[in-house]
């Protein structure tokens, strides 16, 4: 199994192309001019500053309830309350 994958995977990537190439290799959007290649560039260059700024949005809120809950749990471990038992 392991000595075909290695083939398997190089047939299909040297046999993708042809396979994803119809109506003429125009693809999925139809034909392309300069116009069009240039704003997609400039949706990736929009695109990814705005996912890093949302994922690290994201990321702090996390971080920001993950210690709360710890400090949370460290007071009630400081708390005579929840000590001892019934």
């Known amino acids: 199994?392991?000595?075909?994958?290695?083939?398997?995977i190089a047939v299909f990537l040297l046999v993708a192309p042809a396979a994803l190439a119809h109506?003429?290799?125009?693809?999925?959007?139809?034909?392309?001019?300069?116009k069009?290649?240039?704003n997609a560039g400039f949706i990736l260059i929009a695109f990814f500053p705005l996912?890093?700024?949302?994922?690290?949005?994201?990321?702090?809120?996390?971080?920001?309830r993950k210690n709360a809950r710890k400090q949370?749990?460290?007071?009630?471990?400081?708390?005579?309350?929840w000590q001892g038992g019934w």
Do not use: C, H
């Open 23 to 34: 109506d003429g290799g125009e693809g999925w959007y139809g034909a392309t001019n300069d």
């Open 51 to 64: 996912f890093i700024l949302f994922a690290s949005m994201l990321q702090w809120k996390l971080d920001k």
């Open 1 to 8: 199994m392991l000595r075909v994958l290695p083939t398997t």
């Open 72 to 81: 949370a749990a460290k007071a009630r471990a400081a708390s005579r309350r």
């Open 36 to 38: 069009v290649v240039t």
